[in-house]
């Protein structure tokens, strides 16, 4: 018994160690292991045994096992560095890998097969590609997490088709993953989905209708690269399951449906930054939201009082300030007739307060404030006529011809008691046609009418009906005053001719009938010409009243009319693509010639890129070099338009040394180009912070004091001595341009808003411009005085005075700021010191006038904005610290043959009787000893804009 007793034991032990032996862990697991440990730079980290050969028997540290196979990897969070195995995909009963917030680099595993695979967390790491397999088969996959990896970074990628296999899918999320193109339409089939998360991506496009209804929790679309979604929000508000909608940061445009108050569950939606229009629905403002945000869009009407708990709506085209208060009721109404023409993005930027008066486009209004006129032709409408135009009762013209517009004419129309026009010609407009009685109508070139269209005749003017016998005193006639003023409309000018006297006034009218008929029709003529194909030229000097307007087209001959007028280009009522040119010194260019002189834009003459665009150099055939502004054709939004637009209309009325002066700018289907003078040592950026890399000479200190004396006289100009206030909005390094001389000149206008009148008052707008220069109130209200230029001056003398950038998230926290770092450091001499720019030579008088510049720098930047100076202190502190001129030493007393010690008149006679000639008709000296006139020859002098 003993005997066997003793067997027994020794087999069992036998049978422990073989078992030690050999490990119970799968060998392809153990294998798939030992990979995943060699290819990391640190594996010391995860604790695995060095000569360790079983993980599920020896419990390895993060993996864990059922029975001899591994179904568990939980290594997150442990700084682990170095690429993956390419077989991590036969570890075949893995259910768990937990790899997140690593630094794993290189290509991703394929996971293709792991049927039994539930979570995969992949996020933050840096993974550079992702297998178009790699979801093939994951037939259990619950929870996927890819955030924060930059794969396939010079194509991007979108999610491959595989994934549709993981229909038990509750949680996707790859935010900031390099995803591109459109959302994918299987992602609609995963039925489980609760989660999606793609924020921070470049995804495009429209939300697919297969979404609608999907039972998504929590959807983040928001922060698109790129221009991100487009088109309307209609599938989103059939979620009706969602908590959470983040789709600020896009393009998002038309209506937020009433229907979205089904979003009954909603609790934070935020849709910042967006183009959604019109008013907002009832149905939202009654929801009991969390958060709301509806900040930076074109929203229109009132206020609604919102039921959220938090609420934003900054930076929209609200008629007011107030919650709950209406608009006016013309308001109202023009904002129903802008509802049935689906808001177009032209009148909706410009039909934004709460009076139609206020230069809306298109509208006119009488004495009273009363809208006159609607006169809206060829505008590329479309929609339908609202009936809410009935309560404008003060129409007496509506003109839309010309346009899409389809649908009835409103039978409550005919109740404009005021209407004499109404010009529908060339729509699509449907019959039948209510009955005007005193109104001419015009729907020729509708083609739903039978004959195309009719026109109803106008009566007589000064008659309400044919048989009115108004011919009496004060008829038109015979005026009962013989001294009569006739107004002729001349396109945005008027002609008044003031005719004293019965007698004068035949003469004078026969006279002028002809040439005045004659310039009309031409006029008319020409606005009706397109000019697809124009670059408007500007007058260089503002007192320059009378220029030339010339059409210029893609015709070869060169061709062109031209009329004289006054003033600079306006736009006709095609918009910006019918423009005029304005020719100084008979220099046209054609869009062709711009091609030419550029090499038909080619890459060898790129100057840079921008946010619209890219800039290329060009050489007309005088030898003037020029700099020309691409828009790229991707990126021609309505907010490119808007700055494109106003870039024109700002530096056709400013003009000054340093402001970059606009050459002319050109149109052409989708082309739209700015033509500026050329700045040789381009942005002061670049010699900031890329000197090196440009191989370029520091800029030196004096230098630097010069551009920043340029760039506050050029802002001072701006907001106090132009003919009108103007708000930069986006002064920063990059937007000031140096010439051969260094001499700085501010470019970039397209974010140039009109200040208002007082120092105190400020304008809500569209939060614009960029992170490192923002003002402060600024960024949180969106309220912008001209006090917002002078804190973003105040972030570039910091930068001229550091050599560095006004944000730099990979600086230390504490300075990644550069304003609130500063700030930090300026009253401390020492530490002020050590933050000049390395690359400056500072002596003590250097170290001196750097000190005032700091103290200027930390005065421009205060919190609040009345303590900010403005711009003419700014210019005032650094004038005297620019060197003065001298006269150079001289020990001669006399120069060039003239002794200069002698009176004026003395002197001048010694020169006449050198050089021969007779000055007899000029008096040197008057009574008062003054010099009334100047020989010829003595050269003028010249004074810049500014007086400067």
């Known amino acids: 018994m003993e005997n066997q007793h003793l067997k027994l034991v020794v087999c069992v032990a036998i049978i422990w160690l073989v078992a030690v032996a050999s490990g119970v862990t799968d060998p392809n697991d153990f294998a798939v292991l030992k990979a995943f440990q060699q290819g990391l730079k640190n594996p010391e980290l995860l604790g695995w045994p060095a000569n360790g050969n079983d993980p599920c028997g020896q419990k390895w540290t993060s993996v864990y096992c059922e029975g001899s196979r591994v179904t568990q990897i939980q290594v997150q969070n442990m700084s682990l560095q170095g690429i993956l195995p390419q077989s991590l995909n036969q570890l075949v009963k893995l259910q768990r890998l937990g790899l997140q917030r690593n630094q794993f680099t290189g290509p991703l595993p394929s996971l293709a097969g792991l049927s039994e695979l539930q979570c995969a967390y992949l996020d933050f790491n840096q993974f550079d590609s992702i297998p178009s397999d790699c979801f093939d088969g994951l037939v259990s996959l619950r929870f996927l997490a890819l955030d924060s990896n930059n794969f396939n970074a010079s194509t991007g990628w979108s999610f491959p088709r595989g994934l549709q296999d993981s229909a038990q899918l509750t949680n996707l999320s790859c935010t900031s993953c390099n995803l591109v193109g459109p959302l994918p339409d299987f992602l609609s089939n995963l039925t489980s989905l609760q989660n999606l998360r793609l924020s921070g991506n470049s995804l495009s496009g429209q939300i697919p209708a297969s979404y609608k209804g999907m039972p998504l929790q929590n959807l983040w679309l928001n922060n698109q690269k790129g221009g991100g979604f487009t088109g309307s929000i209609d599938v989103l508000t059939t979620m009706e399951s969602l908590n959470v909608l983040w789709i600020h940061g896009n393009q998002f445009t038309g209506t937020i449906p009433e229907s979205i108050g089904n979003l009954t569950l ?49 930076s929209n085209a609200f008629c007011q300030s107030t919650p709950g208060v209406p608009c006016a009721p013309q308001v109202a109404a023009l904002l129903d007739f802008l509802s049935g023409l689906n808001y177009p993005e032209r009148l909706v930027s410009s039909w934004n307060d709460n009076d139609p008066c206020s230069s809306w486009l298109g509208l006119g209004c009488d004495s009273k404030g009363e809208v006159s006129s609607l006169v809206l032709p060829n505008y590329n409408l479309t929609g339908t006529l609202s009936p809410s135009v009935a309560k404008l009762t003060s129409l007496s013209q509506i003109k839309l011809g010309r346009n899409n517009l389809s649908g009835t004419v409103p039978e409550n129309w005919t109740s404009l008691t005021a209407l004499k026009m109404l010009d529908l010609s060339n729509n699509n407009i449907s019959p039948p046609l209510p009955s005007f009685t005193t109104v001419h109508v015009d ?20 008659n309400n009906s044919p048989s009115s016998p108004n011919k009496g005193k004060g008829s038109d006639s015979t005026p009962e005053n013989p001294s009569v003023e006739i107004k002729q409309k001349a396109g945005n000018r008027s002609i008044i001719l003031a005719i004293v006297a019965p007698v004068a006034s035949v003469a004078v009218i026969a006279m002028l009938a002809v040439p005045l008929s004659i310039y009309c029709y031409k006029r008319r003529k020409h606005e009706s010409q397109e000019a697809p194909h124009s670059l408007v030229i500007h007058p260089r000097d503002p007192a320059d009243s009378d220029v030339k307007i010339v059409v210029a087209s893609n015709t070869t001959n060169g061709s062109s009319s031209a009329f004289t007028g006054s003033g600079s280009a306006s736009r006709n009522s095609s918009g910006i693509g019918g423009s005029h040119v304005i020719e100084a010194g008979n220099l046209v260019i054609s869009v062709q010639v711009l091609r030419n002189v550029t090499k038909n834009f080619a890459s060898e003459n790129e100057l840079g890129r921008g946010g619209f ?21 991707g990126v021609i939004s309505s907010k490119a338009l808007d700055e494109f637009q106003a870039e024109i209309a700002v530096l056709s009325k400013v003009r000054h040394r340093h402001l970059v002066s606009l050459l002319g700018y050109s149109v052409a289907g989708n082309e739209r180009i700015l033509v500026y003078e050329y700045m040789p040592q381009g942005a002061l950026s670049k010699h900031l912070f890329h000197w090196n890399t440009f191989k370029l000479e520091p800029l030196s200190w004096k230098r630097r004091l010069n551009i920043a004396l340029d760039v506050a006289r050029g802002m001072e100009y701006l907001h106090s001595l132009a003919h009108r206030s103007f708000i930069h909005r986006d002064l920063k390094s990059s937007n000031i341009l140096l010439g051969d001389d260094f001499r700085a000149k501010i470019s970039d206008f397209g974010l140039v808003k009109l200040a208002p009148d007082g120092d105190e008052k400020s304008v809500v707008t569209r939060l614009a411009g960029t992170f490192g220069y923002l003002a402060p109130e600024y960024a949180v209200t969106g309220k912008i005085t001209t006090k917002a230029d002078v804190f973003s001056f105040g972030v570039v003398l910091m930068e001229l005075l550091t050599g560095l950038t006004a944000l730099d998230e990979d600086r230390p926290e504490e300075s990644q700021y550069l304003a609130a770092w500063f700030w930090q450091i300026k009253l401390d001499k020492q530490k002020l010191r050590a933050a000049i720019d390395p690359a400056l030579e500072v002596n ?9 510049i700091a103290d200027l720098a930390g005065h421009c930047t205060a919190r609040e904005p009345s303590q900010r100076p403005d711009m003419s202190h ?44 007779d000055f007899s008709q000029v008096d040197l000296e008057d009574s008062k000893g003054s010099i009334p006139a100047r020989p010829t020859g003595f050269a003028e002098s010249f004074t810049s804009a500014d007086g400067r």
């Open 266 to 314: 909603l609790k934070d939606l935020n849709a910042n930054g967006n183009k959604l229009v019109g008013l907002v629905p009832e149905s939202l403002a009654n929801l009991a939201l969390d958060h709301l945000d509806l900040s930076n869009n074109q929203l229109m009407g009132p206020i609604p009082k919102f039921k959220a708990a938090k609420v934003s709506y900054l």
């Open 443 to 462: 729907i020729d070139g509708n083609p739903l009418f039978a004959d195309g269209g009719a026109s109803q005749p106008l009566p007589s003017p000064g």
């Open 613 to 633: 665009g890219v800039v290329y150099k060009g050489e007309l055939d005088d030898g003037t070099k020029i700099a020309v502004k691409r828009m790229e054709a």
């Open 844 to 852: 003590d008088e250097a170290f001196d006038s750097i000190s005032i």
């Open 874 to 917: 700014a210019v005032n502190v650094l004038a005297p610290l620019v060197e003065k001129w001298k006269p150079l030493d001289d020990d001669t007393e006399e120069y060039c043959g003239i002794d200069y010690s002698l009176p004026l008149n003395q002197m001048v006679k010694g020169w006449q009787e050198a050089e021969g000639k």
